[in-house]
C-alpha cells in the first residue's frame, strides 16, 4: 500500500493558497522564473502499520503500568498488607511486559540490521 502527495500547488505564486490541489496533476508551474514539473511523491505505508502497532502496545503497556502503580499507592492509605501485595504483583507483572517489549523490539532491530547486512 502506497499513498501519492500531489506536489503541484508547492511554490505556487499565483494567489492560490497552498494547500489548494491543481485540477490538472500534470500542469506545470513557474517559481521565481524556474519551471517545475510536478512529480508524484510515493510514500510505502505498510512498513509504518508494524510500528504504530508496536507503539500502541507500548502506549497501552505504559498506562497499565501506571494504573497498577495508583493502585500500589492506594493501597498504602488505608494501610492494607493484602492489596499491597495484590498491587505489587500487578505493578511487577507491568514491568515484566515493559521488558518484554523492549527485548522484543531490540530483537527486531537486530534481525532488521542482520538482514540488512546480508543484502549487502
Not at 19 to 24: F, H, N, V
Not at 73 to 92: F, G, K, R, T, W
Amino acid at each position: 500500500m502506497t499513498t501519492t502527495i500531489n506536489t503541484t500547488s508547492l511554490g505556487n505564486n499565483d494567489g492560490l493558497s497552498m494547500g489548494e490541489d491543481s485540477s490538472d496533476a500534470t500542469e506545470e508551474t513557474e517559481f521565481h522564473g524556474e519551471k517545475i514539473h510536478p512529480q508524484p511523491v510515493v510514500v510505502p505505508m505498510k512498513s509504518n502499520m508494524y510500528v504504530d502497532k508496536d507503539i500502541a502496545e507500548l502506549f497501552d503497556t505504559v498506562s497499565a503500568l501506571k494504573l497498577a502503580y495508583v493502585q500500589l499507592q492506594e493501597a498504602h492509605i488505608p494501610y492494607d498488607p493484602d492489596n499491597i501485595v495484590s498491587a505489587d504483583e500487578l505493578v511487577v507483572a507491568q514491568l515484566e511486559a515493559l521488558c518484554k517489549s523492549k527485548k522484543a523490539f531490540k530483537e527486531k532491530q537486530f534481525s532488521k540490521t542482520k538482514l540488512g547486512s546480508l543484502k549487502v
